[in-house]
Structures are given as structure tokens and as C-alpha cells.
């Protein structure tokens, strides 16, 4: 399973775009980058996917360079709300494919 | 639409006492999962069923049991539990295809 390093905490403001970046150099070719978000007391949710490219949707949107060693996830205008963990994760997508959890990263979001 | 449901939400038991956590989900996929979430960690993969009537041991399995009693049910059993295993279990779902996780509120288990 490929591995992940993204950066373990970040701090933004209201109304600010942040980006997260996360490494995973030994990416598989059909490997997919997912990201979930995590509040306190909540399972994680799922926030978007992509193989390659840009992909966007109401929530975020998520930036994969041609060579795919890394990701980076775009959340727009953020809000105290979104104050949570983020994860990054590499897996198939396919079947019945296990995810692998790192640490993530713990978004601060203040006023 | 409930997605995925775990009971209990908290349980506080003895060492060496049993216990069995369960998770339903009503979105009629076709494998499920059980993670465990320590302080300050990501999640573990305990076990897996890619669908009824098999399971497969994920990460860190030791000290646990499963049982896929039907497409809708996973549960997670500890037949004696360890102050090791105080921790958030997380209960897991998944479409076939491609699909993304869909995970309950987790049951935050204590033992003394």
C-alpha cells in the first residue's frame, strides 16, 4: 500500500482558501487518491476522489500533477465548520479495497 | 436513510469481560469493515468482509472476532478484553465500484 506524508496540523482564517498537500511517491498505477474529513465524535466522511488532474465538486477541489506523487486538496472560502482532520489516502478502486489511515491533518480554522 | 448505525455508543467494561459491538448498515453493500482509532492516530483496519460469509483480518486483528451474520450486519467481538483495547471502534461500508467508505459515529469503549 502506498504510503502518505501530509503535514500534521495547519492553521487558517475565515474566509481563507488552504490547501493541504500530501506526498504518496510510490503511488500504483490504479491507485486512486481519496481525502476524508473527520469532526470529533464522527466517523469519517468522504470529501472527494480523483485519479488525475482536477477533480471538483461542491465541497473542495483536489489537484493531481501528471507524475501523481502528490495531491493537493483546495477548500474555498473556509469556515469554522470545517475546523477537522483531514485524511489523504492511496488505495485501489476497486472491489473490496482496504483504506490506510495516516495521522492527517488537523485544520484549525479561526475567526 | 440511516447509512451505518453502531450500538452501542459508549461502553465502559472489566478486564476480561466479553463484549460484542454491532453495525448495520441499510445502503445493501457489499463489504463492511471494523477500524479502531486510538488518541492522536489514524485508523486501523481490524477486519473486513468483502461480503456475506467472509471475513479477513485487516492491520490489527489480535484479541478480536468477527461475524458477517448477513449482507446487513458485521459485528466485532471481544472475548476478553484488555485495558490495550480502550479505544473508538469505527464500523465501515462499502459499494462495490469505486465507491468511498461510508463510516458510522463509532462506539468509544473504556475498559478498566
Known sequence: LAKTTQPISMDSYEGQEVNITCSHNNIATNDYITWYQQFPSQGPRFIIQGYKTKVTNEVASLFIPADRKSSTLSLPRVSLSDTAVYYCLVALNSGYSTLTFGKGTMLLVSP | ?112
Open chain 2, 1 to 112: 436513510n440511516a447509512g451505518v448505525t453502531q450500538t452501542p455508543k459508549f461502553q465502559v467494561l472489566k478486564t476480561g469481560q466479553s463484549m460484542t459491538l454491532q453495525c448495520a448498515q441499510d445502503m445493501n453493500h457489499n463489504s463492511m469493515y471494523w477500524y479502531r482509532q486510538d488518541p492522536g492516530m489514524g485508523l486501523r483496519l481490524i477486519y473486513y468482509s468483502a461480503s456475506e460469509g467472509t471475513t479477513d483480518k485487516g492491520e490489527v486483528p489480535n484479541g478480536y472476532n468477527v461475524s458477517r451474520l448477513n449482507k446487513r450486519e458485521f459485528s466485532l467481538r471481544l472475548e476478553s478484553a484488555a485495558p490495550s483495547q480502550t479505544s473508538v471502534y469505527f464500523c465501515a461500508s462499502r459499494e462495490e465500484g469505486g465507491q468511498p467508505q461510508h463510516f458510522g459515529d463509532g462506539t468509544r469503549l473504556s475498559i478498566l
